[in-house]
């Protein structure tokens, strides 16, 4: 007796080609996420430097924090530097969830050297924090916000970042000395919000009306929530 070839049906077609694809969406998110972990040790190991308490005090009122976990500058008569970026605001609920960036320069000049930095900026304004949310913000490119840049520690310096709109404090190793954000862009990355979130949202979406939602960002959210209530 012949045997009858089973088909599979449509629905269970549908089924399989989802379970197939889960991987794919696990392993899509894993360059986003690797980042937003890497932006809460940044905050943890930051603002738990003794060295800058008033750093945690600038937190408390902060409108939002980017944080850039690395950002990566070499030089040899031809300079240029990059890094990627997690934007988060506070709102009623606390710290929204981070929307994606991209920071880049170049420059020209005789200089020779290899530089690893931890940023992290403070959105001391609604000024500020509406300055990166253009598709690109330009350090320098915008007189009327004020960018206060200061170095590993910032005591002494309350009175001066209080007059800021964005403070930008470092943790730098390298041959390069100093903090330097003049002619450095800021960019959207729109892509990484789709893959990390499932959706197209932009940086205003998630930020400022909080949507977009992933459990992975909650240790962060978690960490500024602790960093800025000490």
């Known amino acids: 007796m012949p045997r009858t070839a089973i088909r599979p049906t449509l629905p269970a077609m549908l089924f399989a080609l989802l379970l197939g694809l889960l991987p794919l969406a696990a392993h899509a998110q894993t360059e986003q996420q690797s980042l937003v972990d890497r932006a809460t040790l940044t905050v943890q190991d930051m603002m738990s430097d003794t060295n800058n308490r008033e750093a945690r005090k600038l937190l408390k009122n902060a409108k939002g924090v980017m944080v850039c976990p690395r950002v990566f500058k070499a030089g040899f008569i031809l300079g240029g530097e990059g890094g990627a970026c997690v934007l988060t605001g506070r709102n009623d609920a606390g710290w929204s969830s981070p929307a994606f960036y991209g920071l880049g320069s170049g420059s020209v000049g005789f200089q020779i050297g290899v530089q690893d930095s931890q940023i992290i900026f403070l959105l001391l304004t609604d000024k500020g924090i509406r300055a990166l949310m253009d598709s690109q913000f330009k350090f320098g490119g915008d007189a009327s916000v004020a960018v206060a840049t200061i170095g590993a520690g910032v005591q002494g310096s309350t009175t001066t970042a209080l007059r800021a709109d964005i ?58 929530g602790r960093m800025a209530a000490e």
């Open 167 to 224: 403070v930008a404090f470092a943790q730098t190793r390298g041959l390069f000395a100093g903090l330097s954000l003049e002619g450095t862009l800021l960019s959207q990355r729109s892509e990484w919000n789709q893959i990390y979130y499932g959706q197209a949202l932009s940086p205003q979406q998630v930020v400022l009306n909080g949507q977009g939602q992933n459990p992975g960002a909650e240790p962060l959210k978690e960490m500024l």
